[in-house]
């Protein structure tokens, strides 16, 4: 009976499913999306940018240098989005400023930060994207 009990916590946790996994480097496992908090009202679930750990030159960044650029990193993929998101006609005549899959960036202290198996998510109110942008190796991520 010990062994049954020790072997069902031993489990594998489902790790934060992502759109382009080669971008931001984490493995895909069955289930994914269970843990992912739904956002509610005008906020957006938006993962941070995870940056390569080696540079076009062949540096290797150390895992210290990777996780203080992550916390710092004010770029991110938005993995979903509340049912209220952009539909005050008043704040957003123009319509919508992003949606699921875009890459945006945002204030480097905006929203709520909350950690997962697997990485770390923000939820950010919808005025709080400044801009998007095409690919987050573009931007410069001070660490």
């Known amino acids: 009976m010990i062994q049954k009990e020790q072997s ?38 938006v993962l941070p940018f995870k940056q390569k750990e080696k540079t076009k030159g062949g540096i290797i960044i150390t895992d210290d240098a990777i996780d203080r650029s992550q916390v710092a990193s004010t770029c991110g993929v938005v993995l979903k989005m509340g049912p209220d998101c952009y539909r005050d006609k008043e704040r957003y005549p123009d319509g919508p400023w992003c949606k699921e899959k875009d890459w945006v960036i945002f204030a480097r202290y905006a929203g709520s930060r909350i950690k997962i198996d697997g990485g770390e998510v923000r939820l950010l109110n919808d005025d709080e994207v400044l801009a998007t942008v095409e690919n987050p190796e573009d931007i410069f991520h001070e660490y």
């Open 8 to 45: 069902s916590t031993l489990k594998a946790t489902p790790k934060i499913s992502l759109p382009n996994k080669k971008l931001v480097g984490v493995q895909s496992t069955k289930n994914e999306s269970a843990k992912l908090p739904l956002p509610t009202g005008w906020r957006l679930l």
